[in-house]
């Protein structure tokens, strides 16, 4: 086998992988070792047994890594252009690049970040490869970044790690992360690159509960956007993200409530009736910290719009 210099184990890049299913991660590596078109080292945990969050993952496996450059990517995704690693290393070496992805946005509202006019996204359907979102250039200005791809030198993640403390899941770890180093660096959205990502996501009950605690991480900021020709009125901004977030929510309890009636249910011949009202207890908790939120927003709303 041959040995690695020093300057070729830096200068290749690092592909790091949270991993749920053996397959697809095979696939991937497999994919990836017939497109990048550069040297690369396949880092990856499985974490079906664990099930830590994905930051916790992401930080362990990037402090290892042996590349400049670090490639978080879902291991449901397929490229279709060859050599995109050579692209993304040259334009990441510039050192005023922060982040690259394949989708995102140019500004940080404070609801779903592709819920916008303004945001790029491409190839995220396996049967649907149209610009869904977009612009003309190979790369656009982001602020935001899905979580499906993110690129950067390693020294970039070394200075905005992602957030073990406040994104203990699997959501928002990506929006926070790209947010903390768009802050310093420039990061960008992709268009030149073709894949397919055979999931949309889950906005289901835990993305909204991350959604607040983003909202609060970065409230002092929301609404915000480094791209001049972006406008939006404060207020609105503030008004429309209470609004999206509420409504997500009450779509994502009417599928929870019901399946919290069945489980308590099945297990109330098996615990004690104070179990079933702690459960009981949770969910009530839940919709008044919700109120308690929307009311926080509401507030911060006001104030921006003075």
Known sequence: MQQETGFRKMNKISVIVCSLNETLRNNLLQNIATTIGCDFEFLYEDNREKNDGICFVYNRLARKAQGNFLCFVHEDVEFKTLHWGCVLKQFASNPNVGVIGMAGSPAVTGYIWWDQAFSYCKNTKPDNDKILFGADAVFSKSLLLDGLF??????????????????????LYDMDFSLSSGLKYQNYSCHSI?????????????????????????????????????????????????????????????????????????????????????????????????????????????????
């Open 194 to 306: 073709d894949y397919i990502h055979f999931s949309e996501g889950n906005a289901n009950q835990s993305y909204y509960e991350n959604l607040q605690k983003f909202n609060r991480k970065w409230v002092s900021l929301i609404p915000y956007s480094y791209d001049s020709a972006i406008e939006f009125d404060s207020f609105k901004a503030h008004y429309t993200g209470i609004k999206r977030i509420a409504q997500g929510l009450i779509f994502s309890l009417k599928k929870t409530i019901p399946y919290t009636i069945k489980y308590i249910y099945a297990i109330r011949k098996k615990y004690s009736f104070l179990i079933i009202l702690i459960a009981i207890r949770y969910k009530i908790e839940y919709i008044t910290g919700l109120y308690r939120y929307i009311y926080e927003r509401y507030g911060q709303a006001k104030k921006s719009g003075n």
């Open 150 to 171: 993110l690129f950067a030198r390693k020294e970039v993640w070394s200075q905005y790690p992602f957030d073990e403390t406040v994104f203990q899941g699997f959501h």
